[in-house]
């Protein structure tokens, strides 16, 4: 890619909100994204876009949050999700042993996030 191409897709993401519109996009259709179903696959797969965004300066704001902050809301929504010793496998996990039903684990993820976009809405 050359340059200008660089600098454009770099405009073009700029102040965005990719992170939110995949999973705007995975709650959508999660067999597209997700084909388990399964919220431990969804944090996997949301890594990648972590290690992405390590590379690729993208401005998003609502990923910033959400890689900072998801992890501990969700442990803390668990409380005891350290005893189970879930906490050090990520949120995926937490969520799993915390939904009996796991074709309900991404229901779970989408009500946590709602919660947690709000708790952490900026003023």
Same mark, same amino acid.
């Given at each position: 890619? +050359?340059?200008?191409?660089?600098?454009?897709? +770099?405009?073009?993401?700029?102040?965005?909100?990719?992170?939110?519109?995949?999973i705007?996009?995975?709650?959508?259709? @999660?067999?597209?994204?997700?084909?388990s179903?399964?919220? +431990?696959?969804?944090?996997?797969?949301?890594?990648?876009?972590?290690?992405?965004?390590?590379?690729?300066?993208?401005?998003?704001?609502?990923?910033d949050?959400?890689?900072?902050?998801?992890?501990?809301?969700?442990? =803390?929504?668990?409380?005891?999700?350290?005893?189970?010793?879930?906490?050090?496998k990520?949120?995926?996990?937490? =969520?799993?042993?915390?939904?009996?039903? @796991?074709?309900k684990?991404?229901?779970?993820?989408?009500?946590?996030?709602?919660?947690?976009?709000?708790? +952490?809405? @900026?003023p």
């Amino acid at each position: 890619m +050359n340059d200008d191409c660089t600098h454009l897709l +770099n405009e073009l993401v700029r102040e965005s909100h990719l992170l939110r519109y995949l999973i705007e996009s995975v709650e959508v259709r @999660p067999g597209m994204y997700v084909a388990s179903g399964t919220a +431990n696959d969804l944090y996997k797969h949301l890594l990648g876009w972590k290690a992405h965004r390590s590379l690729v300066e993208d401005g998003d704001v609502f990923a910033d949050r959400f890689f900072l902050g998801f992890g501990d809301f969700v442990s =803390i929504h668990f409380r005891d999700a350290g005893a189970k010793g879930l906490a050090a496998k990520g949120w995926g996990e937490m =969520i799993a042993g915390y939904t009996a039903d @796991p074709a309900k684990e991404l229901e779970a993820f989408f009500g946590l996030l709602r919660e947690f976009t709000l708790s +952490n809405s @900026p003023p």
